[in-house]
């Protein structure tokens, strides 16, 4: 219970300190404070967020965060890493920055908690540990995607159990469809609701390989998407920074205008899958390398939590929040903000790539020492880093927030290489 509490207060004390829980633009979706049946976001993270919203306010989702992260580790502390003392555990997590995503208003670090929990489902089955991995991940858009790429690792995984896990996975899928399936049709009515999937192609294609985008609308010129060239191109002609000439911050999606000069998503998804195809068909070379190039910009060390948010404080008049730029004019770190301190936001970024690195090298250690269990936790975690790393450089774009929800798996990789060398030295002896 002890250990318990020291993660759940290491979670939150990136928001203590800062004053306000840290915050993203499309934060509100998530907090509880208002309706979601609108948005394309999973609506998990904002159904728990509001049942405890009258009591934490703003801090809702963050403590939901801690909350779940303290019960996985500790359980998984319990139940895989035996020989790793408690204390190691916490420095791992802080050194990953994890802190930072759950003390933000975002269900990012859900992905790294349902991956854990998995792993504690694999050792020793629990209906609490397949309950929060059911929950988390239905709580991500691409919730079905995650757990089915989960469901694959696990059969290529070696040992021969391994249809046991494949089975136990499948359940999880059963489960998060469900789980998607009833708040969806409770808050929106239908199931399975409009998602942002390919579309996201679309604005990838747009802003590295332009060119594919011009040759497509020679050869398809009745696309719709082709419809919005003169709109796209002046977009484009302003040379803004890559953020911003994403399409839903150029006007084009559905809430931006009239329906019949936008697109629908399920339009602008298809529309993804056709652009995609051809870009990755006539020009290889240039998506590749750019993507590749998304891949390491995901490496920032601009600030401790990628780019984009900004520092918050509650409007007292309203369950609302109102957003504040994050330098305040004053020396105190929590009035300016912890991120407007440059100095200590480096220092928060290295410590990020340090523990990544550490994770390459004790998956490598894993891989060639280990056997049996241990290689299949260690393809999973790696199989799980790398594929959102490079899905989402191949097609979104490289925005550190996305690579930073997975750096605790690679401090989990390296609990479970300190793990394997002490059992190693203890039975040596």
């Known amino acids: 219970m002890a250990w318990f509490a020291v993660l759940l207060l290491v979670g939150l004390s990136p928001a203590l300190v800062n004053g306000f829980p840290l915050y993203f633009h499309d934060s509100g979706l998530y907090s509880g404070a208002y309706p979601a049946a609108q948005s394309i976001r999973s609506l998990m993270p904002s159904m728990l967020?509001?049942?405890?919203?009258?009591?934490?306010?703003?801090?809702?989702?963050?403590?939901?965060?801690?909350?779940?992260?303290a019960i996985v580790l500790v359980r998984f502390s319990q139940t895989v890493l035996t020989r790793v003392p408690n204390a190691v555990m916490v420095i791992a997590v802080v050194l990953s920055g994890t802190p930072f995503l759950v003390s933000a208003i975002l269900p990012d670090i859900w992905l790294a908690i349902a991956t854990v929990s998995l792993l504690t489902l694999l050792a020793r089955f629990s209906w609490i540990d397949f309950a929060i991995c059911s929950v988390a991940l239905a709580g991500h858009g691409l919730d079905i995607y995650v757990a089915l790429s989960l469901l694959v690792l696990s059969v290529i995984c070696p040992g021969e159990d391994r249809w046991r896990a494949a089975r136990l996975i499948a359940s999880i899928v059963v489960c998060v469809v469900l789980l998607a399936g009833i708040a969806n049709t409770l808050v929106r009515g239908s199931f399975p609701a409009p998602r942002l999937g390919?579309?996201?192609?679309?604005?990838?294609?747009?802003?590295?390989?332009?060119?594919?985008?011009?040759?497509?609308?020679?050869?398809?010129?009745?696309?719709?998407?082709?419809?919005?060239?003169?709109?796209?191109?002046?977009?484009?002609?302003?040379?803004?920074?890559?953020?911003?000439?994403?399409?839903?911050?150029?006007g084009l999606t559905w809430w931006s205008g009239p329906v019949d000069e936008t697109l629908s998503w399920p339009e602008f998804n298809a529309a993804g899958l056709k652009l995609g195809w051809h870009a990755l068909k006539s020009y290889p070379f240039t998506y590749v390398k750019e993507s590749l190039l998304d891949y390491w910009r995901m490496f920032s060390v601009k600030g401790c939590l990628g780019n984009g948010l900004a520092y918050l404080e509650a409007d007292p008049g309203?369950?609302?929040?109102?957003?504040?730029?994050?330098?305040?004019?004053?020396?105190?770190?929590?009035?300016?903000?912890?991120?407007?301190?440059?100095?200590?936001?480096?220092?928060?970024?290295?410590?990020?790539?340090?523990?990544?690195?550490?994770?390459?090298?004790?998956?490598?250690?894993?891989?060639?020492?280990?056997?049996?269990?241990?290689?299949?936790?260690?393809?999973?975690?790696?199989?799980?880093?790398?594929?959102?790393?490079?899905?989402?450089a191949f097609t979104s774009g490289g925005f550190p927030r996305y690579h930073e929800r997975i750096v605790l798996l690679a401090a989990v990789i390296l609990l479970l290489a300190i793990n394997r060398w002490r059992q190693s030295r203890q039975e040596g002896l």
């Open 49 to 69: 967020a509001k049942l405890v919203f009258p009591l934490f306010g703003a801090y809702a989702l963050p403590v939901v965060n801690a909350v779940f992260l």
């Open 198 to 250: 390919t579309a996201v192609i679309v604005s990838k294609v747009i802003n590295d390989v332009p060119e594919a985008y011009d040759g497509f609308c020679v050869s398809a010129p009745s696309e719709k998407i082709c419809r919005l060239k003169d709109k796209i191109d002046k977009r484009r002609a302003l040379g803004l920074d890559e953020d911003s000439q994403y399409l839903w911050h150029a």
């Open 318 to 392: 309203t369950d609302s929040f109102v957003g504040y730029l994050t330098h305040r004019g004053t020396d105190s770190l929590a009035r300016r903000g912890l991120l407007g301190n440059t100095p200590f936001c480096s220092v928060v970024s290295w410590a990020k790539i340090i523990v990544f690195a550490a994770g390459l090298f004790a998956a490598l250690y894993l891989f060639v020492r280990g056997q049996g269990a241990i290689r299949r936790q260690t393809i999973l975690l790696s199989g799980a880093m790398f594929a959102n790393d490079f899905g989402f």
